[in-house]
């Protein structure tokens, strides 16, 4: 029986923090100040405060500044846009990251619209959306982007290849699907309504898991020699997909952690050295 070879994002990451830390050096030199990413957290999630955390922790390593906001669990929608909007219009920060998700009460969607355009630099507002369904110029969601890198790292051709995402969220599903569209895959999209999933997955070259439910996808399910990439996050380092099984039929495989995580977070640092620089262009 095969083993799937791991699509390993922390090395892929890795490669790029390096280009992003040269590019951030080049930048303060050249400007007198150091890139700014704003992270907005909004409520007391323990999983966001961590996720901001390693941003912050990332950003440091790497020569940004960070500008730390945190509103409480109580924040309104408007008291959440008026701080997003200070951020847009403040000159001395370059990128904002408003970590999703955001307490119920608060329209997510209109805190991430309060985002400039220019600064949108985790690709969650409706420009950068319809720039990546039209693949015209604009920021890509973090992590449907770094699945696509990690897939180009490894030379996994997407061209022709029937891909299944299951899950339709608007920051990974949806625009992790427009992305291999945009490689001219032929691409399906699974929810919670979808009757058979089983069926829908072993359809599959590609799978990519986007839910939020340990192990859902189950390994017998995988077509042999499909690319398995698993973007679930479940408490106990446990991902979307079962993993073993899953790697047993598989070419490759992501692993969980030290797959599609890293390369979030490669993509946001990237894209905010990105807008610094298109500011000063
Ligand atoms: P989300 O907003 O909760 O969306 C989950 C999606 O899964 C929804 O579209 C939902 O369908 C679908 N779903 C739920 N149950 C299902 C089922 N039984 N069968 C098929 N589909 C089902 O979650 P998200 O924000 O996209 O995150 C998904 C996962 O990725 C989480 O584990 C999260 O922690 C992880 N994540 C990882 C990173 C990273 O950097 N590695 C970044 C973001 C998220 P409906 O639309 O019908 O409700």
Same mark, same amino acid.
Request: hydrophobic share 30%; charged share 30%; glycine share 20%.
């Given at each position: 029986m095969s083993v799937a070879q791991l699509l390993d994002g922390t090395a892929v990451a890795r490669r790029s923090f390096a280009e992003t830390a040269e590019r951030a050096a080049d930048f303060a030199a050249a400007q007198g100040r150091s890139v700014c990413l704003a992270t907005v957290l909004i409520g007391d999630d323990p999983a966001s405060q961590t996720y901001v955390r390693m941003k912050q922790r990332r950003a440091a390593q790497l020569g940004l500044e960070s500008r730390r906001v945190r509103l409480s669990a109580e924040t309104t929608t408007d008291e959440a846009v008026a701080a997003v909007r200070a951020l847009s219009e403040d000159?001395?920060?370059d990128g904002i990251l408003v970590q999703h998700p955001a307490p119920a009460q608060v329209d997510e969607l209109a805190v991430f619209e309060a985002i400039a355009p220019k600064k949108d630099v985790d690709g969650v507002t409706m420009h950068s959306f319809a720039a990546m369904g039209l693949s015209a110029n604009g920021f890509h969601s973090c992590t449907p982007e770094g699945i696509v890198r990690l897939l180009d790292a490894y030379d996994v051709p997407t061209a022709g290849r029937r891909v299944c995402v299951v899950g339709r969220s608007a920051i990974l599903g949806k625009p992790v699907g427009l992305l291999l569209l945009a490689r001219d895959a032929t691409v399906t999209f699974c929810h919670s309504h979808t009757t058979d999933l089983a069926a829908q997955v072993s359809e599959a070259d590609i799978v990519v898991a986007a839910v939020?439910?340990?192990?859902? !996808?189950? @390994?017998?399910?995988?077509?042999?020699?499909a690319v398995v990439v698993d973007a679930g996050y479940n408490p106990g380092?446990?991902?979307d997909v079962e993993f073993s099984r899953a790697a047993a039929r598989a070419s490759y495989i992501t692993p !969980?952690? @030290?797959?599609?995580g890293p390369m979030t977070i490669a993509v946001l640092m990237e894209q905010t050295v990105t807008a610094a620089e298109n500011r000063v262009r």
């Open positions: 000159d001395t920060v939020g439910r340990p192990e859902l !996808v189950r @390994g017998e399910w995988i077509k042999p020699d380092n446990v991902g !969980v952690p @030290g797959g599609v």
